[in-house]
């Protein structure tokens, strides 16, 4: 720029365009040739041109090729402060003489077919998960379907290279997309920590399923040395079926949760003849340590009571103090099999009924014993889920819900860079 140390008006502009031409990260031949600020309408529009006579063929790679015509399009971009900003472009075709196509050169700021920058993108990719895609779409005053496609873009083009081959230790759950509906089976890595992979059901073709997905990412089902799970027969029966090396573990979270509902079951039976008991439920099933002033006088009066609940609480205790305490299945097996006489004499129907499962499937439960393979690891990205439908009031279509939770926990390392990944700890490109 010649004349950049004046102050007459050429000058200025020259200078604004340049501005914008680094702003907008456009290098050579692409740069800002006109920039249109109209602030009464909200919005500044900037002319970007392709500054060259020749280019490559995107098709063969020939060098120089003539351009053939030009096709205008226009994307979003980022806003500038309040003003919603939009670039517009005439866009090149080649006529290559080489492979004698005519092709359209792709532009560096975003993505074929896609009417926003790659940046906008990415801001959508950044504040989708930590708000929700309806005030994300507010926020950005773009509709929320719009973004939704955006997102299931990013996230299958990013899952598709995604490697699953070092995957040893998986932890299978389940969520729903929306208050009682359809179950959504979700399938961690528990070493890494990441989600893998999410699919509707909950039977024994849902683990044949997500064999074949770990296939399709270079993972190897037979690799599989260990599956925490709960103790539905159709799982066990998928586990067998599908990852026949791996040692089947039940998770604590699912086994306590059982003694939990024994525990209900002792306390409703009982009620009826000792009233006294209405209004304990919350008491019973928290951790004394949470316990209010209320609740601990409560618990204190029902230890010395003389009822089945008073006996079922401590059963259930028991059991979570093993959870509690043994950290290998060699430290659980003696506690466990104590709990086990214990419960086989109770005089307690619903905790009979338990004894009699867990002992069924000792082995498994002994294996949730081994340290790191159990769903604990993945709690809380269990939680960010529950969270984010609460946030979305339920996911209306399942694929949304799929996307957001891979958005949210797999952990993807393939998704544009953030506009303002320098400043905030966002995924982004790795490679
Ligand atoms: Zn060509």
Not at 249 to 267: G, I, N, T, W
Not at 327 to 337: F, G, I, Q, S, V
Request: hydrophobic content about 40%; glycine content about 6%.
């Amino acid at each position: 720029m010649e004349d950049n140390g004046g102050l007459s008006s050429r000058g200025c502009f020259l200078m604004i365009e340049t501005l914008f031409t680094q702003a907008l990260g456009l290098v050579a031949p692409w740069q800002v040739d006109e920039v249109i600020f109209k602030p009464e309408n909200g919005r500044i529009d900037f002319e970007v041109r392709f500054g060259a006579a020749v280019h490559a063929c995107p098709a063969c790679g020939a060098a120089a090729q003539p351009l053939h015509d030009r096709l205008a399009r226009s994307w979003r971009h980022l806003d500038f402060f309040q003003y919603e900003a939009h670039l517009h472009a005439e866009v090149p075709r080649v006529a290559c003489a080489g492979c004698g196509k005519v092709t359209q050169v792709a532009v560096p700021w975003a993505r074929e077919g896609s009417r926003f920058t790659l940046l906008f993108e990415a801001l959508t990719l950044m504040l989708a998960p930590t708000m929700s895609v309806l005030a994300a779409g507010r926020l950005l005053r773009v509709r929320s379907r719009r973004l939704w496609r955006v997102i299931n873009h990013h996230v299958g083009r990013a899952r598709d290279q995604e490697s699953h081959a070092r995957v040893r230790a998986i932890g299978v759950d389940e969520t729903a997309s929306k208050r009682g509906q359809t179950y959504i089976s979700v399938f961690y890595d528990l070493d890494a920590q990441r989600l893998l992979f999410a699919t509707p059901g909950r039977d024994k073709a849902t683990l044949g399923k997500f064999a074949s997905d770990l296939r399709a990412h270079g993972g190897q089902p037979t690799a599989i040395t260990h599956v925490s799970m709960d103790m539905s027969g159709s799982f066990q029966a998928g586990a067998a079926e599908h990852f026949p090396a791996a040692d089947v573990c039940f998770d604590r979270f699912h086994v306590v949760a059982l003694s939990s509902k024994a525990l209900d079951e002792v306390r409703r039976a009982e009620v009826k003849s000792a009233p006294e008991l209405k209004g304990t439920r919350w008491g019973l099933h928290k951790k004394p340590a949470d316990w209010t002033v209320k609740q601990t006088d409560t618990m204190h009066w029902l230890q010395r009571s003389n009822l089945k609940t008073a006996r079922a609480w401590r059963i259930k205790q028991a059991l979570r103090s093993i959870y509690a305490t043994a950290t290998t299945p060699d430290e659980a097996n003696p506690l466990l099999k104590r709990w086990l006489s214990w419960a086989s004499r109770c005089r307690l129907e619903p905790f009979k009924r338990l004894g009699r499962t867990i002992s069924k499937h000792l082995p498994g439960v002994l294996n949730g014993f081994h340290p790191g393979k159990h769903n604990g690891r993945v709690e809380a990205m269990n939680r960010a889920l529950q969270e984010a439908r609460a946030r979305a009031r339920g996911y209306r279509r399942v694929e949304n819900f799929i996307a957001m939770a891979y958005l949210i926990a797999g952990k993807l390392t393939h998704l544009p860079a953030s506009p303002f990944a320098p400043f905030l700890p966002v995924p982004h490109e790795t490679t």
